[in-house]
């Protein structure tokens, strides 16, 4: 099983992004999917998370301005990011709690996808 996340890149404060993140492999179900991020000098927080039944929560600091969602046919999670602060600068990651041949609600990550926001 893996996870591949996209969508990352530069974009200006006020900008938007779209990222993406598809699980590949022998999946049987995924239960939570989320979004996390990283920055310099800091801890991995999560962003945002969404559960097979559509439930949301999401960090304080993104609220109103980021949306996940998922797409439970293509075993994908979205992040859509609108109103991009620099301080949403960070390597994103992707998480999936995973049930497939062999494992059993496995957590998985993705390598991290790079969002600079800058002028």
């Known amino acids: 099983v893996q996870l591949q996340a996209s969508g990352g890149g530069l974009v200006q404060p006020g900008g938007s992004l779209r990222l993406s993140c598809a699980a590949s492999g022998v999946i049987f179900s995924i239960n939570a999917m989320g979004w996390y991020r990283q920055a310099p000098g800091e801890q991995r927080e999560l962003v945002a998370a969404i559960t097979s039944g559509g439930s949301t929560n999401y960090a304080d600091s993104v609220k109103g301005r980021f949306t996940i969602s998922r797409d439970n046919a293509k075993n994908t999670v979205y992040l859509q990011m609108n109103s991009l602060k620099p301080e949403d600068t960070a390597v994103y990651y992707c998480?999936?709690?995973?049930?497939?041949?062999?494992?059993?609600?496995?957590?998985?990550w993705g390598k991290g996808t790079q969002v600079t926001v800058s002028s």
């Open positions: 998480n999936a709690d995973i049930t497939g041949l062999g494992i059993n609600g496995v957590d998985y």
